[in-house]
Antibody, heavy 118, light 112 residues
Framework: QVQFVQSGAEVRKPGASVKVSCKASGYSFSTYAIHWVRQAPGQSLEWMGW????????KYSQKFQGRVTFSRDTSASTAYMEVSSLRSEDTAVYYC???????????WGQGTMVTVSS | QSVLTQPPSVSGAPGQRVTISCTGSSSNIGAGYDVHWYQQLPGTVPKLLIH???NRPSGVPDRFSASKSGTSASLAITGLQAEDEADYYCQSYDSSRNGFYVFGSGTHVSVL
């Protein structure tokens, strides 16, 4: 079945960076874009942007432009999200998700908790 | 603040019908973009419940239905069950510079 497996929880100090991975299986990785969505504790979902799994093209929400980098490795069927200059407000669960070309997210990773604390 | 507005909570007794509204604007729902709905059970990953305004993915009970009109959309749960207690989020696409994919503020459904 189609699934995404994300890397484990991370703890970082303010100002540091973190890189989260998302390994896909069960479908042709290059077919669909991979999106990243985060959810701060007790808060709603927040879309961060996406990476075209086929050609690596990226699109970022204005809020994260310049501080977040998406990438992918097609040979490993894996997408990556790196967040730099972390601050406490970045403490959240980060999800990767697939958009099967209808502007919705049909498959989600299990989430990666990123805690930013001094 | 979320681009799409939902009531923070709704509640109902088992068997009742509840509805959740999702209010947007002329740059998202009102522009004709589809609305999708997600269910997030406590401590779990969001699950796609409705896509394309009113389409249920395979496996989603027909107790869940949704519609869209103008700048708003709504999700209805009929025959409310205990396992429906969860957070529900609407989502659409927004053509403004605030972002491209937008989520609602979320609604917690409580089963009394």
């Amino acid at each position: 079945q189609v699934q995404f497996v994300q890397s484990g929880a991370e703890v970082r100090k303010p100002g540091a960076s973190v890189k989260v991975s998302c390994k896909a299986s069960g479908y042709s990785f290059s077919t669909y874009a991979i999106h990243w969505v985060r959810q701060a504790p007790g808060q709603s979902l927040e879309w961060m942007g996406w990476v075209n799994a086929a050609n690596g093209f990226t699109k970022y929400s204005q809020k994260f432009q310049g501080r977040v980098t998406f990438s992918r490795d097609t040979s490993a069927s894996t997408a990556y999200m790196e967040v730099s200059s972390l601050r406490s407000e970045d403490t959240a669960v980060y999800y990767c998700a697939r958009d099967p070309n209808y502007y919705a997210f049909d498959v989600w990773g299990q989430g990666t908790m990123v805690t930013v604390s001094s | 603040q979320s681009v799409l507005t939902q009531p923070p909570s709704v509640s109902g007794a088992p068997g009742q019908r509840v509805t959740i509204s999702c209010t947007g604007s002329s740059s998202n729902i009102g522009a004709g973009y589809d609305v999708h709905w997600y269910q997030q059970l406590p401590g779990t990953v969001p699950k796609l419940l409705i896509h394309g305004n009113s389409n249920r993915p395979s496996g989603v009970p027909d107790r869940f239905s949704a519609s869209k009109s103008g700048t708003s959309a709504s999700l209805a749960i009929t025959g409310l069950q205990a396992e429906d207690e969860a957070d529900y989020y609407c989502q659409s696409y927004d053509s403004s510079r605030n972002g491209f994919y937008v989520f609602g503020s979320g609604t917690h459904v409580s089963v009394l």
